[in-house]
C-alpha cells in the first residue's frame, strides 16, 4: 500500500541503492500517513549510504547539508526531473541546549537510525525495492491503539529538544490520539527544556495543533502537564474547559481558535496587555496580531449585547469599530445562532460602515463651502457616519449636506 504512494523519482533513487548494495528507506511521517491512508506532506529518504558514497554512485547532486548527512540527487530528466534529498543513518550526541546534539555520526544501522526520533508512529521505515516496513519501537501497534508514544525512555527524549513536547501534543490532536501516561508524565519535566525553544518553533506546533479536528485532544494535555502555561495565559478552571470545549466547536480557523483560548483573560487586570503579550511571544504576522486584538476588544462582547437586545444601531456601531474584516471571525466567536446571524444582516443591510460608503465625501464639503481642510473636516465626516449609522437610509447626498451644515 505504501509503495503505491511513493513518488517515481524517489522509488528511482531506492532502486540505484539497492542495486549498489546500499539500504535505502522512505521513511518518517509520509509512511505514517501512508499506512493511515492519509495525505501526507514530504517524503524523507535515507540510506546507510555516506555522503561521499551518494555523491559517487549519482551522476547529478547537490550537497544540501554535508554535516548532517544529507545530500540532493538530482532524479530523471527534462520536465521529469525531481530534487530527492537523501540523508545518511545516522546517531546523535548529547543535547547541551534542549535543540540540537552536539554532534552527529553517520551509522550503517537502520535502528539506531530510528531509536533517536522522538515518537513511535514516527519512528517506521519503508523499503520499497524489497517490500520490507521495519517498524522497531511498535509503531504500528501504537497507531492501532490510537497512542502517541515516545521512542524509548520519554524523559530522554523531551529532554533532548523541548519541542518534542509539543510535538507530542500536536500529533493527539491532529491524528485523534492519546497520549501514552509514561509519555505524557514526562512532559512536566521537560518544561524547563521547553522554556529554550525559540517561540517561533512553538508558534508553527500551537498553529497545526488549532488546525486539528478536535484541538481538546492536544490541549487538555497541555493543562494537565504544565504545557498550557508556558504557551498561553493562565486561566481559572472553569474558563480554561469552557475555552476548550468552544475551540472544538468552530471553525477550524488557527487565528479565531487562539484568540477564544485567550479571550477569558480580557476581563481581568491588564487583561488586554497579557493577551497582546502573549500574543507578541508567539511571534505572529502583523495581520495575525491585528486580528486577535481586534477580536478581544470590548466591541465583540458589545456587538453580542446589542444583537441580543435587538439593537440594530448599537450592532451597527459596534461592526463600523470592529470593521467588515473581522465579522466574520466575531460573528463565530460568539457562537451567534440563527436568529442572531439574521438579525445581523438586517441591520447591516444598505448600510454604509466606513467614511469610504457615505454619499458624500471631504471633497464635496470642501467645495461647498461647508468645511475648510484640516482636523475639522475629519471630525465632521466622523460625526456624519456616525448619524449614518443611526439610519442608513440617511446615507444620500443632499440629507448629507444639509446635516453637515448644521453641525458646522
Known amino acids: 500500500m505504501v509503495a503505491t504512494v511513493i513518488p517515481s523519482a524517489i522509488l528511482a533513487v531506492l532502486r540505484t541503492l ?38 559517487e554512485l549519482f551522476p ?3 550537497p544540501t547539508g554535508l554535516e548532517h548527512g544529507t ?18 543513518f545516522r546517531g546523535e550526541g548529547a543535547y547541551h541546549d534542549g535543540r540540537r546534539p552536539s554532534e552527529v555520526r553517520f551509522l550503517r544501522d537502520l535502528t539506531e537510525d530510528l531509536a533517536r526520533r522522538d515518537l513511535t508512529i514516527n519512528a517506521l521505515a519503508w523499503d520499497p525495492v524489497n517490500a520490507v516496513l521495519t517498524d522497531a519501537f511498535g509503531g504500528l501497534e501504537d497507531m492501532r491503539a490510537g497512542l502517541i508514544r515516545a521512542v524509548g525512555e520519554p524523559e530522554r527524549r523531551f529532554n533532548e529538544d523541548g519541542l518534542r513536547t509539543m510535538r507530542a ?12 501516561p509514561e509519555t505524557e508524565a514526562a512532559i512536566a519535566g521537560a518544561l524547563e527544556v521547553f522554556a529554550k525553544v525559540s517561540r517561533e518553533r512553538v508558534r508553527v506546533e500551537l498553529v497545526k495543533l488549532l488546525r486539528a479536528p478536535k484541538p481538546s485532544l492536544g490541549l487538555e494535555p497541555m493543562v494537565r502537564t504544565g504545557l498550557w502555561a508556558h504557551v498561553l ?24 481558535r487562539l484568540t477564544r483560548l485567550l479571550a477569558p483573560a480580557r476581563h481581568g487586570a491588564d487583561g488586554r496587555a497579557r493577551i497582546e503579550a502573549t500574543v507578541e511571544a ?45 465579522l466574520e471571525d466575531a460573528a463565530d466567536l460568539l457562537e451567534l445562532d440563527a436568529a442572531a446571524r439574521d438579525r445581523l444582516g438586517a441591520a447591516l443591510e444598505g448600510a454604509a460602515l466606513t467614511g ?15 468645511a475648510k ?20 437610509a440617511r446615507n444620500h447626498r443632499e440629507a448629507l449636506l444639509d446635516q453637515a451644515r448644521s453641525l458646522a
Open 18 to 55: 539497492d542495486e549498489a548494495g546500499f539500504h535505502g528507506v522512505v521513511v518518517g511521517g509520509a509512511v505514517r500517513d501512508a499506512l493511515l491512508g492519509r495525505d501526507g506532506g514530504d517524503w524523507d529518504v535515507a540510506s546507510n549510504a555516506t555522503p561521499e558514497e551518494v555523491i
Open 60 to 62: 547529478k547532486t547537490i
Open 71 to 88: 545530500v540532493t540527487v538530482l532524479s530523471g530528466r527534462g520536465e521529469d526531473r525531481h530534487a530527492v534529498e537523501l540523508t545518511t
Open 169 to 180: 501534543v500536536r500529533f493527539a490532536a491532529t491524528m485523534g490520539f492519546a497520549l501514552a
Open 233 to 256: 495565559l493562565p486561566l481559572d478552571d472553569a474558563d480554561q474547559a469552557a475555552a476548550i470545549a468552544a475551540v472544538d466547536r468552530l471553525p477550524p480557523r488557527p487565528m479565531l
Open 282 to 326: 508567539l511571534k505572529p504576522s502583523r495581520e495575525e496580531r491585528a486580528r486577535v486584538l481586534a477580536l478581544t476588544h470590548p466591541r465583540v462582547d458589545a456587538l453580542a449585547e446589542a444583537l441580543a437586545a435587538e439593537d440594530a444601531v448599537a450592532a451597527r456601531r459596534c461592526v463600523a469599530a470592529l470593521t467588515r474584516t473581522y
Open 356 to 370: 469610504k460608503e457615505l454619499a458624500i465625501q471631504g471633497r464635496d464639503l470642501i467645495q461647498a463651502g461647508v
Open 373 to 392: 481642510p484640516g482636523p475639522a473636516l475629519g471630525k465632521l465626516l466622523a460625526a456624519l457616519l456616525d448619524w449614518v449609522l443611526e439610519d442608513p
